[in-house]
Nanobody, 123 residues
Framework: QVQLVESGGRLVEVGGSLRLSCAVP????????VAWFRQAPGKEREFIAA??????YYGDSVKGRFTISRDNAKATSYLQMNSLKPEDTAVYYC??????????????????WGQGTQVTVSS
């Protein structure tokens, strides 16, 4: 079973920065849209960011603070998170798939998922 692998989650102070990584299988996946979602306890999964053919998309709650990127040579996507807030605390998931532009923000659009990495922002 294909699975993505996230890393980089940890405890960080308010206002700090963190970079998450997502190892994506090579080959066909290099053409897929890659996205990041997060889910806090008792809340629905939230769209954070996606990158499709070089175009990036962001959720309103992270726009201007988070940056998504990908390095196809390393088969890795990154989520740079700056100015972290306590409300950013969640499990962060990486996802990938052949997603059409109009559905990049929908979690059900993605076929492949990672196991998640915990990010905790302390105040």
């Amino acid at each position: 079973q294909v699975q993505l692998v996230e890393s980089g989650g940890r405890l960080v102070e308010v206002g700090g920065s963190l970079r998450l990584s997502c190892a994506v299988p090579r080959g066909t996946f290099s053409a897929y849209t890659v996205a990041w979602f997060r889910q806090a306890p008792g809340k629905e999964r939230e769209f954070i960011a996606a990158i499709k053919s070089g175009t990036t998309y962001y959720g309103d709650s992270v726009k201007g603070r988070f940056t998504i990127s990908r390095d196809n040579a390393k088969a890795t996507s990154y989520l740079q998170m700056n100015s972290l807030k306590p409300e950013d605390t969640a499990v962060y998931y990486c996802a990938a798939g052949p997603v059409i532009t109009s559905t990049v923000r929908r979690s059900e659009s993605y076929h492949y998922w990672g196991q998640g990495t915990q990010v905790t922002v302390s105040s």
